[in-house]
């Protein structure tokens, strides 16, 4: 069945520090792909998506690129701030018409001063 | 914000009791969907509606009921609560035009004692 794969955490990074995290996805059909935020006790928040092979998503400094040679859609921010510590989500869209999402099991990142 | 809550938002209970969680949106969107999060496993898909009186199972629906009579709510109803079903719920809506983005509620955390 299709399925999101990203990177087991915690991540720990100082301020200003680059991020990656790492998100791969099965190759059944062309997802689109989405990175969610969760900040402690709330909700998740799209924080970028893209729809097809080389969009690129972007939102407050973050980004990611959909690459369909590779199967990965990682997230990337060049200089993380205390303010970005949350769980982060990669999800992708199989559901056609009914719109379902699978998520991978999250990804929290503690951003230390 | 999409205009979506949840109630209630804590809920402790004990096992063997009914116990219904309600989902309501304001945003007039065709699609909603009941997740439940758990460590290790991100969010995993309950049961969803594609309309009123329309609903699906999803990967997780196993002692889960779902029922839609208006377009605003949604309710998730646990027959008999297990310990297994302590749980973060999450509810989430969307339109199919809307490139499968999902816009979630805030959450309600059940404890089954």
């Known amino acids: 069945g299709n399925s999101v794969t990203q990177m087991e955490g915690p991540v720990t990074l100082s301020e200003e520090a680059f991020l990656t995290i790492n998100c791969t996805y099965t190759?059944?059909?062309?997802?689109?792909l989405f990175w969610y935020v969760q900040y402690p006790g709330e909700g998740l928040q799209l924080l970028l998506k893209?729809?097809?092979?080389?969009d690129k998503g972007s939102n407050k400094g973050f980004e990611a690129t959909y690459r369909k040679e590779t199967t990965s859609f990682h997230l990337e921010k060049g200089s993380v701030q205390v303010s970005d510590s949350a769980v982060y989500f990669c999800?992708?869209?199989?559901?056609?018409?009914?719109?379902?999402?699978?998520f991978g099991t999250g990804t929290l990142l503690a951003v230390q001063p | 914000d999409a205009g979506i809550t949840q109630s209630p938002r804590h809920k402790v209970t004990e096992t063997g009791t009914p116990v219904t969680l309600r989902c309501h949106q304001t945003?007039?969107?065709?699609?909603m969907y009941w997740y439940r999060q758990d460590p290790g496993h991100g969010l995993r898909l309950i049961h969803y509606?594609?309309?009123?009186?329309?609903?699906d199972k999803g990967e997780v629906s196993d002692g889960y009921s779902v029922s839609r009579s208006k377009t605003e709510d949604f309710l998730l109803t646990l027959e008999s609560a297990t310990s297994s079903q302590t749980s973060v719920y999450f509810c989430?809506?969307?339109?199919?035009?809307?490139?499968?983005?999902?816009?979630f509620g805030p959450g309600t955390r059940l404890l089954v004692l």
């Open positions: 989430a809506i969307s339109e199919p035009t809307g490139g499968e983005t999902q816009y």
């Open positions: 190759a059944t059909g062309y997802p689109s």
């Open positions: 893209a729809t097809k092979a080389d």
């Open positions: 999800a992708g869209g199989y559901g056609g018409a009914t719109n379902k999402l699978i």
């Open positions: 945003e007039n969107h065709r699609y």
């Open positions: 509606s594609y309309g009123v009186k329309d609903t």
